[in-house]
T-cell receptor, first 113, second 112 residues
Framework: NAGVMQNPRHLVRRRGQEARLRCSPM?????VYWYRQLPEEGLKFMVY????????ESGMPKERFSAEFPKEGPSILRIQQVVRGDSAAYFC???????????FGSGTQLSVL | GESVGLHLPTLSVQEGDNSIINCAYS??????FIWYKQESGKGPQFIID?????DKRQGQRVTVLLNKTVKHLSLQIAATQPGDSAVYFC???????????FGKGTMLLVSP
């Protein structure tokens, strides 16, 4: 039973490029969450999605960031025109509909040059 | 704003000792709490959870204690092993709100 799968594991982008981070939830999980983590800090909530719906995006920057979780395929976190301050580890988590317990992927480390 | 925080940023113990990691929370509406372990380069791993209608819950070598009066959460690890070395996060949730709020973390260092 595969866990939460994230790819790529590492992503390097130059300033101004786009970053696309992918997340496949655990089997049977319909809720996906994205968190960002800076070095030696905790995880900051970004967005919570269910299939085809954004439930809570209160932690997402208003510009350049977007997320989707289509009916088919993985959830995508998209960062347009990346800046150096976007460099961080981005973690995806999933949960089943009736459980607050989140299961995390291994993360994508984004480095902006 | 309301937040979850930890008292000790780093805890160093000897192998075989018992470890206690503390967490203070400020949201009195929180009713579900989780401890996660994060090893270097990995995602957070669930350790144990507790609901606000309980004050103690035990797992394998771990115990979580919840004191709602002072809004304090602790994680006790018995017979700490080198493999327990990691950063430990507490997280809180309000059942009326769907997302977890994480504290900053405590690094546990276990010496052989």
């Amino acid at each position: 039973n595969a866990g939460v799968m994230q790819n790529p594991r590492h992503l390097v982008r130059r300033r101004g490029q786009e970053a696309r981070l992918r997340c496949s939830p655990m089997k049977g999980h319909s809720h996906v969450y994205w968190y960002r983590q800076l070095p030696e800090e905790g995880l900051k909530f970004m967005v919570y999605l269910q299939k085809e719906n954004i439930i809570d995006e209160s932690g997402m920057p208003k510009e350049r960031f977007s997320a989707e979780f289509p009916k088919e395929g993985p959830s995508i976190l998209r960062i347009q025109q990346v800046v150096r301050g976007d460099s961080a580890a981005y973690f995806c988590a999933s949960s089943p509909p009736t459980n607050e317990k989140l299961f995390f992927g291994s993360g994508t480390q984004l480095s902006v040059l | 704003g309301e937040s979850v925080g930890l008292h000790l940023p780093t805890l160093s113990v000897q192998e075989g000792d018992n470890s206690i990691i503390n967490c203070a929370y400020s949201n009195s509406a929180s009713d579900y709490f989780i401890w996660y372990k994060q090893e270097s380069g990995k995602g957070p791993q669930f350790i144990i959870d507790i609901r606000s209608n309980m004050d103690k819950r035990q797992g394998q070598r771990v115990t979580v204690l919840l004191n709602k009066t002072v809004k304090h959460l602790s994680l006790q690890i018995a017979a700490t092993q080198p493999g327990d070395s990691a950063v430990y996060f507490c997280a809180e949730n309000n059942s009326g709100y769907s997302t977890l709020t994480f504290g900053k973390g405590t690094m546990l260092l276990v010496s052989p």
